[in-house]
């Protein structure tokens, strides 16, 4: 497997979206969604970050995961907190490129990485008798459902839903996320103020604490966190 970077939630952050462009143009990049929506971030920047995200999964060299914040511009009645209607009009010219390449996970199977958005719970794992053999299947299978009654789209109590817990949108790091044995898996959607492991199980959604920001990079088979601080707008510094 090629050298490669692992970017948590964006929402809205062009500027980080940018430098990891340059800063990492060797590497393999995998964004796992949610390049929409933000407390900091006007709509206009946030579609511009998506954009550009859409662009470098064009050139090969990057894949990218929908995130929740995504599925609510891209079905009805399915809208989160943080919907926009600006945003709303602003992707309507990038819908069909967002249902293109926006992925809902990504395996690899040499190393049992599986990357998701939210992450799949211990739960989920057993309830759906999913294994290593029949995961891509089984994936795969749920993607083709609608998105609210797929188990993709499962939203648990701990993030105002009702159903049993979080899918791989869904799903919360502190309060659903257990792992699952033999197998590692990345993913955002619940902030912290830094990446957080446990087991060989890693939730990077940092990005938005804006006091620094950190990727995780794979690189001769092993994790490690880069950290980047702001040293001017748009400029960033790798500090460890």
């Keep these: 497997m090629k050298d490669t970077v692992f970017i948590g939630d964006i929402h809205g ?5 940018q430098f990891i462009d340059k800063q990492y143009m060797e590497w393999n990049k995998i964004f796992v969604g949610d390049y929409l929506d933000s407390f900091y971030f006007d709509p206009k920047t946030c579609v511009s970050a998506l954009r550009h995200v859409l662009m470098m999964c064009e050139r090969g060299d990057t894949q990218a995961l929908a995130g929740n914040h995504e599925l609510s511009y891209l079905f009805e009645g399915n809208r989160c907190t943080g919907w926009e209607p600006v945003t709303e009009i602003l992707v309507t010219h990038l819908r069909s490129q ?6 809902y996970y990504i395996w690899i199977p040499e190393h049992k990485i599986l990357v998701t958005h939210g992450g799949i ?21 749920w993607k083709k459902e609608d998105i ?14 009702i159903d ?8 919360d790091f502190d309060e659903e996320f257990k792992p699952v044995f033999g197998i590692t898996q990345i993913f955002g959607h619940t902030p912290g103020r830094d990446i957080r492991r446990i087991g060989s199980n890693y939730c990077i959604n940092q990005l938005e604490m804006m006091h620094t920001r950190e990727v ?11 950290q980047f601080k702001t040293v001017s707008p748009g400029n960033f510094e790798k500090v460890k």
């Design 164 to 171: 049993p817990y979080g899918g791989p949108f869904w799903c």
């Design 121 to 141: 719970t211990q739960y989920l794992w057993k309830d759906a008798e999913l294994t290593v053999d029949n995961l891509v299947l089984t994936l795969d299978n």
């Design 148 to 161: 609210r009654a797929s188990k993709f789209g499962w939203i648990g109590k701990a993030r105002g839903g």
């Design 98 to 103: 967002m249902f293109k390449t926006l992925q």
């Design 13 to 17: 952050d062009l500027d980080f979206v």
């Design 216 to 226: 995780l990079e794979f690189k001769d088979n092993a994790f490690e966190v880069a």
